[in-house]
């Protein structure tokens, strides 16, 4: 046998190999992608008509109202993980999809103002009056921040508190161009893509999601059970591929014109200096845009803020009581 044979042999066992490798990982697959679409389905959202069409939410608890605003590749689900451990007992959680994610329809004309002005619909339909907003970020950028700057400045009338929490700020998210682009349009007509990203490289999931190298290190196992079920609500991906795309060429570089030299309602905003994503020194510059604000930063957290759940929690508790009792005193 000569050296070429052996040579197209090795080639061809290999290519062989590969196939039979990538065949494992597409039943596999195809076998766990069912339970995401099933998780989204088995959920008890509901789906309310306004004045700008129907949106998907879900709502729990009693006491003041307080819209979550899911992030990037999010969608009801992913608010519900991130809304974890905010008490039911003393606000009543209202979380929707935005246009485009699941059962949400995007509208012809779609921006993050007007998904501001849906959010004051819903609490009309809802006969709800006023309602502190938190726009949160997930999934790599920050794109749940704009909507809800917009809601505090377009309805400050209906909006008692402004909470940021490692949201998008300006000059940091220009439209996906060049690879970029074709990476995100990839991602997003796929669900087998991300899945396989998840299975096959999880650091680099971390990565996406703003989890610094050396926060992925020193993880707890709390947190990486938290994570594992903040990461669930990726998927299914094609339900949400209208919003993800909404949300990387529109909804994202909006944000370079909010006013925030208006913003009147009182604001909260919570950032950390190791975030990979929105800079530190820009959300800092931000919050010096906006009168009064109250900044809390972190040395360490990454843009999931991990390891201080309690902390923002109890920030966020007595922020949101000191100006109810301001505005009601």
Known sequence: MTLLQIIGIVVILSGVTVALFLLILYLHFRSEIPEAYRRVSEKTSRIIGTR?????????GQGHPVIFVHGIWGGFDQGLVGAQGISEEKYRLIIPSRFGYLRTPLPDQASAALQADQYAALLDAMNIRKAVIVGTSAGGTSAGGTSAVQFAIRHPHRCSVLILKSTNVPENQPAPSGAGRVMMNILVTSDFFLWLLMRCSPSTMMSIAGIPGNLQKTITQEQREWYAAFCQTFLPTVPRSKGILFDAY???????????????????????????????ASAEKMVGRIADAVFVGYEHGGHLLL?????????????????IAITTG
């Open 52 to 60: 700008y069409g129907p949106v998907e939410f879900i709502s729990y």
């Open 307 to 323: 390891g201080h759940d309690d902390d923002t929690r109890k920030k966020m508790d007595q922020f949101i009581a000191d100006c």
């Open 250 to 280: 529109i909804s994202n570089p909006e944000i370079d014109t909010v006013p925030f030299e208006t913003i009147t309602v009182p604001t909260l905003i919570f950032h950390a200096k190791d975030d990979p994503l929105p800079p530190y």
